[in-house]
C-alpha cells in the first residue's frame, strides 16, 4: 500500500503555539520521511526529514516524532508565528519516488 | 542561479485544446518529476525521468505526455484537454534517485480547462 494518511485537513494555532501535523504509512519499504513547506504561489520546500531508525529530529523549532512500530510520525511546530502559515506535506520515500500526504493548512493568528 | 523554472504560470484552455508546460532546470540534475497537485489530495506523480531519452509513467499518466530530450527541459504536454486536468503542475528534480536527496520544485503553472 502506497498512501500516506495526513491529518488534520487544515489547522488555526495561535501565535506562540504548538502545531502538530500527524502522518500514517502502511509500506514498510520506505526509507526516509521528509516534510515539505508550501507557501502560496510556489512549489513546497524541502523542511526537515527523518530516518526510520531515528525516533526524532529536531532543527530549531520544527521537531520530527517517529514511531516506527505504530507506522506513525509527526511534525511539531514549537512558538508557532504567523509566517509559519502554509501548506504543510508529509511524504514517504523511496528510491526515484516520493509518496505525499494530502497536505495540511496552517494559519498561525497573531 | 533559477534552480527550476516552470512556464506559464498560468493558462486556460478550452476543452478538446492541447498545450505543453515547459520545465526547465540549471543545476544539472538527471532526475525530473512532474506532479499535479488537488486540493485535499496533495501532489501526484504524472511520469519522470531519469536521464535524458528516458521517461516513464508515474501514478496518473492518462491524458498527458512527456519527452526528455536533454538535461535542462523535461516538458509536459496535454493532448486534448479535459475539465479533469484543471490543476496545479509542479516539475522537480532530483540530484540522485536515493530516498534521502530532498526534490527541489518550480513555481508551478496553475491550468484551468473550460
Known amino acids: 500500500q502506497q498512501q500516506v494518511k495526513q491529518s488534520p485537513q487544515s489547522l488555526i494555532v495561535q501565535k506562540g503555539g504548538i502545531s502538530i501535523i500527524n502522518c500514517a504509512y502502511e509500506n514498510t519499504a520506505f526509507d526516509y520521511f521528509p516534510w515539505y513547506q508550501q507557501f502560496p504561489g510556489k512549489g513546497p520546500a524541502l523542511l526537515i526529514a527523518i530516518r526510520p531508525d531515528v525516533s526524532e529530529k529536531k532543527e530549531g523549532r520544527f521537531t520530527i516524532s517517529f514511531n516506527k512500530s505504530a507506522k506513525q510520525f509527526s511534525l511539531h511546530i514549537m512558538d508557532s508565528q504567523p509566517g509559519d502559515s502554509a501548506t504543510y506535506f508529509c511524504a514517504a520515500a523511496l528510491p526515484n519516488k516520493l509518496v505525499f500526504g494530502a497536505g495540511t493548512i496552517l494559519r498561525v493568528k497573531s | 542561479n533559477a534552480g527550476v523554472t516552470q512556464t506559464p504560470k498560468f493558462r486556460i484552455l478550452k476543452i478538446g485544446q492541447s498545450m505543453t508546460l515547459q520545465c526547465t532546470q540549471d543545476?544539472?540534475?538527471?532526475?525530473m518529476y512532474w506532479y499535479r497537485q488537488d486540493p485535499g489530495m496533495g501532489l501526484k506523480l504524472i511520469y519522470y525521468?531519469?536521464?535524458?531519452?528516458?521517461?516513464d509513467k508515474g501514478e496518473v499518466p492518462n491524458g498527458y505526455n512527456v519527452s526528455r530530450s536533454t538535461t535542462e527541459d523535461f516538458p509536459l504536454r496535454l493532448e486534448l484537454a479535459a475539465p479533469s486536468q484543471t490543476s496545479v503542475y509542479f516539475c522537480a528534480t532530483q540530484d540522485t534517485p536515493r530516498s534521502n536527496q530532498p526534490q527541489h520544485f518550480g513555481d508551478g503553472t496553475r491550468l484551468s480547462i473550460l
Open positions: 543545476m544539472n540534475h538527471n532526475y
Open positions: 525521468s531519469v536521464g535524458a531519452g528516458i521517461t
